[in-house]
């Protein structure tokens, strides 16, 4: 018995060290697909029926990797984040979006572009100084950068996250509530934290023209948010159905496959003129 227990023991080891190697590699291969451009940013436009068309859309990171297919975000944030590469990347991501919406803000006219915040960028003491370096440099005007995070976010050292979300507020950047429903959410938290948005998860969305327990849970977050003063968007809209539904409901906009898959900058305006109107 005791032989086999190190047997294991050992083969756990081994594991972990490639593991620990295989980590290497692709931070080092993150690294140096920064330094050759190859990340670049998708947007998703946002729909909303009251406002009668585009409201802003979200940015999505992408990775044009040399050997394999673009590389979505979930086969390398994660590393990033453990590496803490993630604070690099993250500010790349922050000025690419910036930018981008300065060159729409020339042809197509102001369309708010929100960004992702993982929790781990967060928690770094240079978060703010970051944010106030992107939105002195592209001259980000009010209303014009949102920034996304998760409930994770609102957890952890309420204080400190307090004080950061509200620094970012008097900069004229909104900020939005990701994934709402499926972290430890309190209503204490959205009342305290007065943020603008509250995105509500695909997994609310997914299946509720066939589940009414889904279709409860989406309009009574609506009815709250809407009593808070937040503008509520729902995730992963695929259907009309579950467009009329979320409309019939009072829901302020969606993203989904359903207006539209997250797309390219250039196929982004050419959609948004398109369908500035509709
Ligand atoms: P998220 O922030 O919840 O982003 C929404 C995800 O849902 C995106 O996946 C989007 O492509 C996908 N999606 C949109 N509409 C639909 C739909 O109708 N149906 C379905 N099934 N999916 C839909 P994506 O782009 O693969 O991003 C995955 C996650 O990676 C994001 O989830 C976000 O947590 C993270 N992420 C993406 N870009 C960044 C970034 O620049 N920084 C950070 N920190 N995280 C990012
Ligand atoms: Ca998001
Ligand atoms: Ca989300
Ligand atoms: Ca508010």
């Known amino acids: 018995v005791k032989e086999k227990g190190r047997a294991d023991y050992s083969f756990y ?3 972990m060290s490639v593991d620990l190697a295989a980590r290497k590699t692709l931070e080092a291969d993150m ?24 409201t802003g859309c979200e940015a999505l990171i992408r990775w044009r990797h040399p050997t394999r297919r673009i590389v979505p975000p979930i086969e390398f944030i994660p590393a990033a984040e453990r590496s803490g590469f993630i604070g690099t990347l993250g500010e790349w991501g ?18 708010p572009v929100s960004v992702n915040l993982s929790t781990v960028q967060f928690q770094r003491s240079d ?4 944010v106030r370096r992107v939105v002195k440099q592209h001259h980000v005007t009010p209303g014009a950068l949102e920034l996304e995070v998760t409930e994770s976010v609102l957890m952890s050292d ?18 939005s509530i990701d994934d709402f429903g499926t972290g430890y959410s309190s209503l204490a938290y959205l009342k305290k934290f007065d943020a603008d948005v509250l995105k509500i998860d695909r997994t609310f969305v997914s299946d509720m023209e066939n589940n009414s327990n889904d279709r409860a849970i989406i309009s009574a977050v609506i009815n709250m948010a809407q009593s808070l003063d937040y503008h509520v968007i ?18 302020y906009a969606i993203q989904g496959y359903w207006f539209s898959k997250p797309l390219p900058a250039d196929e982004f305006a050419r959609f948004y003129t398109e369908n500035q109107d509709k």
């Open 31 to 54: 690294i140096r697909g920064l330094k050759n451009n190859e990340f670049f940013l998708v947007y998703q436009p946002q729909y909303s029926h009251i406002k009668g068309g585009i």
């Open 127 to 130: 978060l703010l100084d970051i």
């Open 158 to 175: 309420t204080e400190r996250t307090f004080g950061i979300m509200q620094e970012m507020k008097s900069l004229g950047i909104r900020i």
């Open 13 to 15: 080891q081994t594991q």
């Open 234 to 251: 729902a995730e992963g809209v695929e259907s009309r159905e579950q467009y009329d539904l979320l409309m019939e409901m009072g829901c």
């Open 94 to 111: 922050l000025n690419e979006a910036c930018r981008q919406a300065n060159e729409w803000r020339e042809t197509l006219g102001e369309i």
